[in-house]
């Protein structure tokens, strides 16, 4: 070894020296810088020189290194592992989680308690149309327990840039559903103008607004109740003497919603549907809401108030049941449910809806006094358990 490094220093110097030449191979090389070629030299050198003097590693004697003995079972690595046998309790589908629906788009509803004002501009100065206005009067009650119906509900068909004006009345409400179209509803004080379409809902408690259709037409479903009476003694208060009902200062606040929008209630496997509209925050005498149903629906009696259903959508056939039914042989227990078919149902009286199998059955809905309602959150909580 001694050698070998004595030779690399007596090469390394030589090839230093500034009097040395560059190596030149007329056949390969080009010619190289005179400070690069002793070190390219060297390197080849050095590499050479230290290869050569490397000793053979001897071979491995396995039959003389240790063995032992192991209980662990081998490992196997599978490209695609091994399938699941098929009566492992360990897997567990769980079904999804029913997805929310949605409000149909409404064409062509047409009521029996329909009006249609024909003029540009019409004056509802009753609140509710005169009785030569419309078909069928709008608190006319169905099925006819011979009580007087809480609320007027009908539907106007405005023209193309229809307007309806309502008056100031201190004891009666007004309620709207837009059924089809666009339409402008302006509060009489002139606070808020809001546009709006299907589905869109307004609360004007006192009445007092102005609903205008757009250049396309409107339908409008229309519920008229009393804040203070009932929707008969409140609507004769107001013919008799419509200044007495006047109000300066509205008995209550306006308010838009849009059921699209409205908070969705689901339960009965995802089968019905609920939307919250108005509650007794902002419409404290009447709930209104919308409802779907592919399934049958029971609810139970009322101890005290109504339930109204406005039938917009779908077929479904109505059983009536409950001391109020069994006290009087002149209610049918069962009928059938149209769309445009208003029906009101009293206290003490239960009732089942069993849609058809064609299609959803969409209503509003509304409670007299709000209240029912909270049988929807407490269906859901059933549901979702502890």
Do not use: C
């Given at each position: 070894m001694p050698t070998v490094l004595g030779f690399a220093r007596f090469a390394?110097?030589?090839?230093?020296?500034?009097?040395?030449?560059?190596?030149?191979?007329?056949?390969?090389?080009?010619?190289?810088?005179?400070?690069?070629?002793?070190?390219?030299?060297l390197f080849a050198v050095t590499t050479t020189v230290f290869s050569a003097c490397q000793l053979p590693v001897p071979p491995m004697d396995t039959a003389a290194l240790p063995t032992t003995v192991t209980s662990a079972k081998p490992l196997y690595i599978f490209t695609n592992p091994p399938s699941r046998p098929a009566s492992s309790s360990a897997l567990t589908i769980v079904d999804a989680p029913p997805s929310p629906a949605s409000l149909p788009i409404l064409s062509h509803v047409e009521m029996t308690r329909a009006a249609i004002c024909p003029q540009k501009h019409c004056w509802r100065s009753w609140v509710v149309p005169r009785p030569t206005e419309v078909v069928s009067p709008p608190t006319t009650p169905y099925p006819d327990f011979g009580v007087p119906s809480p609320v007027a509900v009908w539907q106007e068909q405005l023209g193309p840039g229809v307007k309806l004006d309502f008056p100031r009345a201190k004891g009666l409400a007004l309620l709207g559903v837009v059924l089809e179209g666009i339409v402008t509803v302006a509060p009489a004080e002139g606070s808020t103008l809001a546009a709006i379409d299907a589905w869109n809902a307004f609360s004007a408690p006192g009445a007092g607004v102005a609903v205008t259709a757009d250049p396309a037409a409107a339908s409008v479903l229309f519920m008229a109740y009393s804040l203070d009476s009932t929707i008969d003694k409140s609507v004769a208060a107001l013919r008799a003497n419509d200044k007495a009902v006047f109000w300066d200062r509205r008995p209550g606040s306006f308010a838009v919603q849009d059921l699209k929008r409205a908070e969705q209630l689901m339960w009965a496997q995802g089968t019905s549907h609920a939307w919250i509209g108005f509650e007794p925050d902002r419409s404290p005498h009447v709930f209104l809401g919308a409802l779907r149903l592919t399934q049958s629906d029971t609810a139970p009696p009322l101890d005290n108030g109504w339930e109204v259903l406005i039938v917009l959508q779908?077929?479904?056939?109505?059983?009536?049941?409950?001391?109020?039914?069994?006290?009087?042989?002149?209610?049918?227990?069962?009928?059938?449910?149209?769309?445009?078919?208003?029906?009101?149902?009293p206290s003490n009286v239960a009732r089942t809806v069993n849609p058809g199998s064609s299609q959803p059955w969409y209503a509003v809905q509304l409670f007299v006094p709000p209240g029912p309602e909270r049988r929807y959150r407490d269906l859901v909580q059933q549901k979702e358990g502890p």
């Open positions: 390394s110097n030589q090839l230093s020296s500034r009097t040395m030449e560059p190596i030149k191979d007329p056949a390969t090389l080009a010619p190289m810088p005179r400070r690069v070629a002793p070190i390219a030299l779908g077929t479904a056939t109505l059983a009536l049941s409950g001391e109020r039914v069994e006290s009087n042989a002149n209610i049918a227990r069962n009928m059938e449910l149209q769309p445009g078919q208003v029906v009101t149902i």
